[in-house]
């Protein structure tokens, strides 16, 4: 699948909160949708917030395009953040979505390279991210792209706490 992977405009703003929208609900509602969830994903994914992520400098906003301008993935990288453990360094990948639909194409790999090409512009030696415990297609991509695990992290909604594994990546181990 051909896509271009480019830095994010304010044109992309709709797109970026669909496709969040679309890739989380598909990811997280595994026993259905109830309130807490619903009110998570229809405050996260909008078109504001995406603006506002623009505007952010500690952040960077990253699209894959497909033929005929469709969006088929993004990566949000935000710079000085606190993983919560001194084994972490680096830039966060805050958010990688690809759709359902573009999996297995090599658009994930593409806009991981792009944060690699920002963190080493910034300075930063490695990227990290965190990422549910029940992803398992999610885990074994990040393994395969040469993350490590390195601690355990909690997303907390609602008072809830959900597991979640830390993962790194130094910079120019891109996996296979």
């Known amino acids: 699948m051909s896509a271009a992977i480019r830095p994010a405009t304010a044109a992309d703003a709709a797109c970026v909160a669909a496709l969040g929208l679309q ?3 598909d990811t997280y509602t595994l026993e259905g949708i109830r309130p807490a969830l619903a009110d998570y994903a229809l405050g996260r994914f909008t078109p504001a917030n995406v ?11 990253w699209v894959a395009e497909g ?28 958010t990688l979505y690809v759709s359902r639909h573009a999996h297995r194409q ?11 090409r920002v963190a080493a512009a910034r300075g930063e030696p490695a990227l990290w991210l965190t990422t549910w415990h029940r992803n398992a297609a999610a885990l074994a ?3 395969a792209c040469g993350f490590e695990r390195v ?4 997303f907390l909604l609602e008072g809830e706490r959900h597991l979640n594994h830390l993962l790194r990546r130094p910079l120019g181990d891109g996996g296979a």
């Open 51 to 61: 603006l506002g992520w623009l505007a952010d400098p500690v952040r960077a906003l």
């Open 67 to 94: 033929e005929g301008g469709h969006l088929l993935g993004y990566l949000l990288l935000v710079a000085g953040t606190d993983s919560g453990t001194a084994a972490v360094d680096g830039l966060e990948v805050e």
């Open 106 to 116: 090599g658009v994930g790999r593409r806009l991981l390279a792009a944060g690699d």
């Open 141 to 143: 991509f990040y393994a």
């Open 23 to 25: 890739v989380w609900l």
């Open 151 to 154: 601690g355990l992290a909690y």
